[in-house]
């Protein structure tokens, strides 16, 4: 526990001002003195045995600039590192505690191990219910969309399927289309090439004259014989070339029918791939895709109904652990308003009164957090209704309210440092001395930081910060110092009584010795 203490108008404000710009709070051109360009806040941060040094700069303009480790950051993400770091309570202050969305969290962790099991068992039939109606949800919408297509993709499918082209046939029927246009020409070509080849005094005649002429010298002279060679293969060739073209003459198409159904396929396929392709390949992935959509459709009202199950068996878990945290959280609210109860009955606040309201939302409202609302309510005194605590709650008093929920929740607060700003406001003699002893209990599992006015909170502090304000050259400066020993004696006794009188003095030891 430390205690910032001082004179009003020393610059406790203007510390706590640079702990705001820290945890990522917004600045502007006032935080920086009249006459420099900038203000500049360093800060050394320790959690979980990490450290992090963090620098904010703001110049007279208003931008800031900040570094994590050296490293550029922006303001978010100095606050979402830092800002879960320290809570800052103050008359002003946003109170972490008091949003309702944080409520069902605290009430969990004061109830133990029984909540978390039962809101883990929550969350996940959350999930679960959530992945169903998702699913069921784009199942029909695709069902849906297959409805409205349905006439479409049986026009698409029975298109196609009337002229059922078969892969690679428009380029099957390209190859034949030439044959059967000029059928006739190509007959009498290959006709007239057969007679010149094998007619009477044909080419393979000739060639066969000559290569008898040459057959009658075999054997006198190589070079010769070479020649009768290569006539001979050239006779042969023309044997194989002469059998190829009567062939092609017997096969050639001089059906006018074969033709037209070849144009009209060619045409009928063209016409698919204009509306469906470019490729005839697009025509048939058009053809499938459709057929495939029908069947699913086809399909659909039984994949909906396994679906529907899916959903109601999902819901049906999550109601069932639902009642079960509901039951849990119920159980451990009466216990926590009578800790929170007793725990302020000492900070000046007799009758003061706290309940917890359990607000159940409709099924399709239900959060994370739970199947209810959850919020704490106060009465500050007996007879009075209570009501949301920010809303009512204010001042020093609100400061000892959160001081009281702090205690209450002991471990299950994961804020390591808070910070309570004038949390004596209203309040002396023995109610402050109880403030002091609750802090200090604080501080046992917490970095606690206090700014007071009272010296029977300051005692309970384990160091004590004096703030003091001094103008040197028309400028004022702002030092912090430690006081110990006969220093601290000093300052609890200006705290007591404006002097370090004797009495002033023993008053001021007595009260540190009575806080060890």
Known sequence: ???????????????????????????????????????????????GGEEVIVKRKVSA???????????????????????????LHGQHEHQALLAPSTHAGYLDRRAGESAAVALSSYREALATYRLATDAREMLAGRLAEAARNADYLRFVADEIGAVDPQPGEDESLEARLPAL??????????????????????????????????????????????????????????DDVSADVRAYRDGIEHD?????????????????????????????????????????????????????????????????????????????APGFVEALGDAVADLAMPG?????????????????????????????AAGQPARPLARIASG???????????GVLGEADTVETLVFDEIDAGIGGATATAVGRRLAELARGHQVIVVTHLAQVAAFADTQLVVSKATRGGEATTTVIQVEDERRVGEIA????????????AHARELLGEAR
Not at 63 to 84: F, H
Not at 362 to 367: D, H, I, K, Q
Request: glycine residues 10%.
């Open 181 to 238: 246009q000029h059928g006739e020409r190509l007959a009498e070509a290959a006709s007239e090439a057969t007679r010149l080849l094998r007619g009477d005094g044909g080419a393979l005649d000739t060639i066969a004259h000559a290569s008898a002429a040459l057959g009658k010298m075999t054997g006198i002279d190589p070079a010769l014989d070479a020649i009768a060679a290569r006539l001979a293969d050239v006779a042969a060739m023309g």
């Open 352 to 380: 003061t009164r706290f309940e917890v309201a359990f607000t159940t939302l409709p099924f399709e409202s239900w959060t994370a957090d739970g199947p209810h609302r959850i919020e704490f309510l106060y009465a500050p």
């Open 396 to 406: 020093g008093e609100l400061s000892r309210v959160m001081l009281a929920l702090k």
């Open 256 to 332: 006018p029918a074969a033709l037209d159904e070849v144009q009209g396929r060619l045409s009928a396929i063209g016409a698919l791939c204009k509306k469906y392709g470019p490729r005839l390949e697009d025509v048939l992935a058009a053809r499938d895709d459709a057929i495939e959509a029908l069947a699913a459709r086809d399909a659909g009202d039984e994949a909906l109904t396994v679906a529907d199950e899916a959903v109601a068996a999902a819901e049906h878990e999550l109601r069932e652990v639902a009642d079960t945290l509901a039951s849990v959280r119920e159980r451990s």
């Open 494 to 505: 200006r705290m007591l009584s404006g002097n370090d009188s004797e009495a002033g003095l």
């Open 61 to 87: 303009d208003g931008r800031s600039r900040c570094t994590l480790d050296d490293e550029m950051a922006t303001v978010g993400a100095l606050a979402a590192r830092i800002g879960p770091l320290v809570d």
């Open 1 to 47: 526990m430390t205690a910032l203490t001082g004179e009003t108008g020393a610059g406790k404000t203007a510390l706590l001002g640079a702990l705001k710009l820290l945890l990522g709070e917004r600045a502007d051109s006032t935080a920086v003195r009249a006459g420099v360009s900038e203000t500049a806040v360093e800060g050394r941060f320790v959690a």
